[in-house]
């Protein structure tokens, strides 16, 4: 094992057999134990500086799971604690009302993982520390807070800490339709909205979670994190003094391009040169919502940039910086060529607008809540952003070629899996993987534990369906739930091999257009054709990384199991509970365009306008006849896209071109046309830095510090942003804004560019 391209790795091996045994002092030892002992050794001869800076390279993707990350495990180690119900149960209430309350406000925010596991950590740590631990209270306090304990509230509470898909449908039905559902149905919404997809997982997990090959790259710099923290000998250890150190410096640097200095969220010498010129803005700008695609601007806030540079393998970046390239060109060319009148409209915007350039009053379309053909002849036709309809087709070119690109390049991974529902198939499907042999150690999750879970969704869903009154037709929602089980294992494969994770928005736009298709004229059942294809999706997506970062960390399956049907329990419960709450007592707020400095129901009318313009205009905009009929036709068009890939390959096999990916190229072709976009340039170069100068010309350094650097300066931006958002944004009810000066001007864009138009 001198050489890193022969390190064991029981992917590899073809022998099929995890029964095949050898003799070893008298002992059957099976083949996968001894390969899996193999790696032991490599990884700590890697560990102690043993090993030559070529064992260290990482050639290819899969190999960070073997060389970054230890495979270290201790059974005895409890895993469900009197301190992990605690702190589980607490972080995950403390992350769902969280969660909530950023719903309905005018800052919208996410709650972070890193955040909570930072947080989580400390209390552990100091309920180890001051708990009683002898006698009768040793069961609260059985020692040192230990690795098991942490990833098992981290996914508890990360489960928790979102504002789940099915409470923006029945915000809605609140705000805007007078239907109010009673708690019982809105909470079992919520919960059988989600298991949905812990159903779907289970039935993926042994394709997407065991193989070596299914890495899941944006857990490893988590696990990572968790290993070094629990695994390294504290302030001793270099890992750790690291992390703190990096966590300490963005602690303090965020203050000034957050607060102090916005101009170093985007500095562009266009727009500080010419601050009056709209397209210098439109091409040259981005530094503030919806301004402009920000070329050759730099970004210096960390909190706009993120990590996901530092651990997305290089050909993921680099098929992601070509669709950036194309979206320059795209989006300039639509633009000033007036396709679609695109003129008349806002350079970027995600609104609907009527002839005139006004937005259109899409509620004066309905009548109880469905289209009125007699009011859309009063209104007239409506129409989008040139550039939003161009993410819309991009969106679903991307979508069609995942179908091609993922069952060519894949199939022998999905061949196994489908084949395992064949009761007549005899075929075992085997796993090589040294992180998956050390979890034989634990009681493994049964299939039809998944199985009766995926029935009692599927069984909640079509009773809260019918009694909520949503429109969507028993066989319709049946539809979009296969359809979302197949789009699941697409994208999760995706997900798994290379990271690709741009697939949320695009998913929610097509399911609002299968359904738009499935039962045209009725904005509700739109909206819940949307939550049962996209949530359950993304929720399935989610349970198979955690059950990754379980098996990295040696979570026993079924604590992994049940730490996620508890967060989701308790995120339903008060997800609910803080909804009704806010809604109560801030309605009228909430219904204004404008909301208050301290609540805003611009979320719930976003996802309100969406099911209105799918499920009320689709004919009319996206038919045959429609000024938008190319964006449906997009998804047949991209089926084919992939293919010239493929027959490159088949003709230049040794040329690399099964490193390109048709369907995430295509995703990211208008990738700039929402949001704020100053922070691509420099995660195009950091990314380049990190994961191909470093990790090819630095090894050593890369496979031991890369990750940890990476949550080091997640984890000091998101902690510092969580208290500034309450401390001086405006989150707790008042902002305190910074003395305006040159760096902080109110009248411009924060990169000193014109001010956006809409």
């Given at each position: 094992?001198?050489?890193?391209?022969t390190m064991p790795?029981?992917?590899?091996?073809?022998?099929?057999?995890?029964?095949?045994?050898?003799?070893?002092?008298?002992?059957?030892?099976?083949?996968?134990?001894?390969v899996?002992?193999?790696?032991?050794?490599?990884?700590?001869?890697?560990?102690?500086d043993?090993?030559?800076?070529e064992?260290y390279?990482?050639?290819?993707?899969?190999?960070?799971?073997l060389?970054?990350l230890?495979?270290?495990d201790?059974?005895?180690?409890?895993?469900?604690?009197?301190?992990?119900?605690?702190?589980?149960?607490?972080?995950?209430?403390?992350?769902?009302?969280?969660?909530?309350?950023?719903?309905?406000?005018?800052?919208?925010?996410?709650?972070?993982?890193?955040f909570?596991?930072?947080?989580?950590?400390?209390?552990?740590?100091?309920?180890?520390?001051?708990?009683?631990?002898?006698?009768l209270?040793?069961?609260?306090?059985?020692?040192?807070?230990?690795?098991?304990e942490?990833?098992?509230?981290?996914?508890?509470?990360?489960?928790?800490?979102?504002?789940?898909?099915?409470i923006?449908?029945?915000?809605?039905?609140?705000?805007y339709?007078?239907?109010?559902?009673?708690?019982g149905?809105?909470?079992?919404?919520?919960?059988?909205?989600?298991?949905?997809?812990?159903?779907?997982?289970?039935?993926?997990q042994?394709?997407?979670?065991k193989?070596?090959?299914?890495?899941?790259?944006?857990?490893?710099?988590?696990a990572?994190?968790?290993?070094?923290?629990?695994?390294?000998?504290?302030?001793?250890?270099?890992?750790?003094?690291?992390?703190?150190t990096?966590?300490?410096?963005?602690?303090?640097?965020e203050?000034?391009?957050q607060?102090?200095?916005?101009?170093?969220?985007?500095?562009?010498?266009?727009?500080?040169?010419?601050?009056h010129?709209?397209?210098?803005?439109?091409?040259?700008?981005?530094?503030?919502?919806?301004?402009?695609?920000?070329?050759?601007?730099?970004?210096?806030?960390?909190n706009?940039?993120g990590?996901?540079?530092?651990?997305?393998?290089?050909?993921?970046?680099?098929?992601?910086?070509?669709?950036i390239?194309?979206?320059?060109?795209?989006?300039?060319?639509?633009?000033?060529?007036?396709?679609?009148?695109?003129?008349?409209?806002?350079?970027?915007?995600q609104?609907?607008?009527?002839?005139?350039?006004?937005?259109?009053?899409?509620?004066?379309?309905?009548?109880?809540?469905?289209?009125?053909?007699?009011?859309?002849?009063?209104?007239?036709?409506?129409?989008?952003?040139?550039?939003?309809?161009?993410y819309?087709?991009?969106?679903?070119?991307?979508?069609?070629a995942?179908f091609?690109?993922?069952?060519?390049?894949?199939?022998?991974?999905?061949?196994?899996?489908l084949?395992s529902?064949?009761?007549?198939?005899?075929?075992?499907?085997?796993?090589?993987d040294?992180?998956?042999?050390?979890?034989?150690?634990?009681?493994?999750?049964?299939?039809w534990?998944?199985?009766?879970?995926?029935?009692?969704?599927y069984?909640?869903?079509?009773?809260?369906?019918?009694?909520?009154h949503?429109?969507?037709?028993?066989?319709?929602?049946?539809?979009?739930?296969?359809?979302?089980?197949?789009?699941?294992?697409?994208?999760?494969?995706?997900?798994?091999?290379?990271?690709?994770?741009?697939?949320n928005t695009?998913?929610?736009?097509?399911?609002?257009?299968?359904?738009?298709?499935?039962?045209?004229?009725?904005?509700?059942?739109?909206?819940?054709?949307?939550?049962?294809?996209?949530?359950?999706?993304?929720?399935?997506?989610?349970?198979?990384?955690?059950?990754?970062?379980?098996?990295?960390?040696?979570?026993?399956?079924?604590?992994?199991?049940?730490?996620?049907?508890?967060?989701?329990?308790?995120?339903?419960?008060?997800?609910?509970?803080?909804?009704?709450?806010?809604?109560?007592?801030?309605?009228?707020?909430?219904?204004?365009?404008?909301?208050?400095?301290?609540w805003?129901?611009?979320?719930?009318?976003?996802?309100?306008?969406?099911?209105?313009?799918?499920?009320?205009?689709?004919p009319?905009?996206?038919?045959?006849?429609?000024v938008?009929?190319?964006?449906?036709i997009?998804?047949?068009?991209?089926?084919?896209?992939?293919?010239?890939f493929?027959?490159?390959?088949y003709?230049?096999?040794?040329?690399?071109?099964?490193?390109?990916?048709?369907?995430?190229?295509?995703?990211?072709?208008?990738?700039?046309?929402?949001?704020?976009?100053?922070?691509?340039?420099?995660?195009?170069?950091?990314?380049?830095?990190?994961?191909?100068?470093?990790?090819t010309?630095?090894?050593?350094w890369?496979?031991?510090?890369?990750?940890?650097v990476?949550?080091g300066?997640?984890?000091?931006?998101?902690?510092i942003?969580?208290?500034?958002?309450?401390?001086v944004?405006?989150?707790?009810?008042?902002?305190?804004?910074?003395?305006?000066?040159?760096g902080?001007?109110?009248?411009?864009s924060?990169?000193?560019?014109a001010?956006?138009d809409?």
């Open positions: 094992m001198a050489e890193v391209n790795t029981l992917d590899d091996k073809q022998s099929a057999s995890s029964a095949s045994l050898e003799k070893k002092d008298g002992v059957a030892v099976s083949e996968d134990a001894i899996a002992k193999e790696v032991e050794e490599f990884e700590e001869r890697l560990e102690k043993q090993a030559p800076d064992d390279l990482i050639r290819e993707p899969w190999e960070v799971a060389k970054v230890s495979n270290r201790d059974p005895e180690l409890p895993s469900v604690t009197f301190r992990t119900i605690i702190l589980g149960l607490g972080f995950s209430a403390f992350g769902a009302v969280l969660a909530q309350i950023y719903y309905f406000k005018p800052q919208t925010l996410l709650v972070s993982t890193l909570l596991l930072v947080l989580s950590y400390w209390f552990g740590n100091a309920m180890a520390m001051f708990l009683p631990s002898h006698g209270f040793r069961f609260i306090n059985p020692g040192p807070f230990n690795i098991k942490h990833v098992a509230i981290i996914i508890m509470s990360s489960t928790a800490a979102v504002s789940a898909t099915a923006q449908v029945i915000s809605v039905q609140d705000l339709y007078d239907n109010q559902l009673n708690a149905l809105a909470i079992f919404t919520l919960i059988g909205s989600q298991l949905l997809g812990y159903g779907y997982a289970g039935l993926l042994d394709m997407l979670v193989p070596t090959k299914c890495f899941w790259p944006t857990k490893i710099s988590t990572n994190l968790f290993q070094a923290l629990h695994y390294d000998n504290q302030m001793t250890s270099k890992r750790v003094r690291l992390f703190w990096v966590f300490l410096v963005m602690f303090v640097w203050i000034i391009p607060w102090i200095f916005p101009l170093l969220t985007g500095v562009s010498i266009f727009c500080l040169a010419n601050n010129n709209k397209v210098f803005r439109n091409i040259f700008g981005g530094a503030s919502n919806n301004e402009g695609m920000g070329l050759l601007s730099w970004c210096f806030d960390w706009l940039i990590s996901d540079c530092m651990f997305d393998p290089i050909w993921l970046q680099i098929n992601q910086d070509i669709g390239f194309l979206t320059y060109i795209l989006m300039a060319g639509v633009y000033y060529g007036n396709l679609w009148r695109a003129q008349d409209f806002p350079f970027m915007s609104a609907i607008f009527a002839e005139d350039g006004s937005q259109y009053n899409q509620t004066a379309l309905l009548t109880d809540g469905k289209f009125d053909p007699v009011k859309y002849e009063q209104l007239g036709p409506a129409f989008f952003s040139a550039t939003n309809a161009l819309f087709m991009t969106s679903n070119l991307s979508l069609g995942t091609t690109h993922v069952f060519f390049w894949h199939w022998q991974d999905i061949k196994p899996f084949k529902f064949n009761p007549w198939n005899k075929e075992v499907q085997v796993v090589h040294p992180h998956w042999e050390k979890m034989k150690a634990y009681k493994q999750i049964p299939r534990w998944y199985f009766v879970l995926l029935a009692a969704a069984a909640i869903a079509q009773a809260t369906n019918y009694t909520g949503s429109g969507l037709p028993w066989w319709a929602l049946t539809v979009i739930l296969i359809i979302s089980l197949i789009m699941s294992m697409l994208f999760a494969t995706l997900s798994a091999t290379i990271g690709f994770r741009e697939f695009s998913a929610n736009g097509f399911y609002q257009m299968i359904t738009a298709y499935l039962v045209p004229g009725n904005p509700i059942a739109n909206l819940y054709g949307a939550l049962y294809g996209q949530h359950p999706q993304g929720q399935c997506i989610a349970m198979l990384g955690d059950l990754k970062l379980g098996q990295y960390v040696k979570l026993p399956p079924r604590v992994t199991f049940w730490m996620q049907i508890g967060g989701t329990v308790v995120g339903a419960v008060l997800n609910y509970i803080m909804m009704v709450t806010i809604i109560n007592a801030n309605r009228e707020d909430l219904l204004s365009i404008s909301g208050t400095r301290l805003s129901g611009q979320n719930a009318q976003s996802f309100n306008t969406n099911g209105i313009s799918w499920g009320g205009l689709a009319q905009m996206f038919g045959a006849h429609g938008y009929h190319m964006v449906p997009c998804l047949a068009i991209g089926v084919f896209l992939p293919l010239p493929m027959a490159a390959w003709i230049w096999p040794k040329a690399g071109f099964e490193n390109f990916s048709t369907p995430i190229i295509l995703q990211y072709s208008c990738f700039l046309s929402v949001g704020i976009n100053t922070s691509v340039n420099p995660s195009m170069a950091i990314g380049i830095f990190s994961q191909w100068w470093v990790r010309r630095y090894p050593r890369f496979t031991k510090y890369n990750y940890i990476a949550a300066l997640d984890g000091g931006t998101q902690v942003s969580f208290i500034l958002n309450f401390a944004f405006g989150a707790s009810g008042t902002a305190h804004n910074f003395p305006e000066w040159w902080n001007d109110f009248s411009l924060a990169d000193r560019c001010a956006a809409n």
